[in-house]
């Protein structure tokens, strides 16, 4: 691939307005280890592969099983997520899409309160932003390290 912009060396002053956002979630209602699982499911959607390794790397970190993460691309038919996650899921991907039913939402609205549900949409799209940014000025996958973005 060619060489384009490095947009952490470039770009800094943009990203500065997604750092406020990620402050805010990191404070949010909505559980740590699910954001992770879900910004590793809108990445797999995205085929973000810097993503990927971050989100990976980090939740590992937070103690996710590597099951769990292996089979987090079949999650409707793997057995081992909690009710919460999966109504996580299928809002995250119903969200990346821009298409999301009565059923998914009334799901949704069974598992987190407003608040949850408005600071999960906020993490969807977020992810789904960085995502964009990273296959518009690709980093390269594998250089992550835990923490490295605060």
């Given at each position: 691939?060619?060489?384009?912009?490095?947009?952490?060396?470039?770009?800094q002053?943009?990203l500065?307005?997604?750092?406020g956002?990620?402050?805010?979630?990191?404070?949010s209602a909505?559980?740590?280890?699910?954001l992770?699982?879900?910004?590793f499911?809108?990445?797999q959607?995205?085929s973000?592969a810097?993503?990927l390794?971050?989100?990976?790397?980090?939740?590992?970190?937070?103690g996710?099983?590597?099951?769990?993460l292996?089979?987090?691309?079949?999650?409707?038919?793997?057995p081992?997520?909690?009710?919460?996650?999966?109504?996580?899921?299928?809002?995250?991907?119903?969200?990346?899409k821009?298409?999301?039913?009565?059923?998914?939402y009334?799901?949704?609205v069974?598992?987190?309160?407003e608040?949850?549900?408005i600071?999960l949409?906020?993490?969807?799209?977020?992810?789904?932003?960085?995502?964009?940014?990273n296959?518009?000025?690709?980093?390269e996958?594998?250089?992550y390290?835990?923490?490295?973005?605060?």
């Amino acid at each position: 691939m060619e060489t384009r912009i490095n947009i952490h060396a470039k770009g800094q002053d943009a990203l500065k307005t997604l750092y406020g956002i990620g402050g805010y979630l990191k404070k949010s209602a909505v559980e740590l280890a699910l954001l992770e699982l879900v910004y590793f499911r809108v990445s797999q959607i995205n085929s973000c592969a810097y993503c990927l390794d971050m989100h990976y790397k980090d939740a590992r970190h937070k103690g996710e099983t590597e099951q769990r993460l292996y089979g987090l691309s079949a999650w409707r038919e793997a057995p081992y997520y909690t009710n919460r996650e999966r109504a996580a899921f299928a809002w995250a991907e119903a969200v990346t899409k821009c298409d999301v039913p009565d059923s998914v939402y009334k799901e949704a609205v069974s598992e987190f309160s407003e608040q949850e549900l408005i600071d999960l949409t906020l993490a969807v799209t977020t992810i789904n932003m960085y995502n964009r940014i990273n296959l518009a000025f690709p980093n390269e996958p594998g250089t992550y390290k835990v923490g490295q973005f605060g």
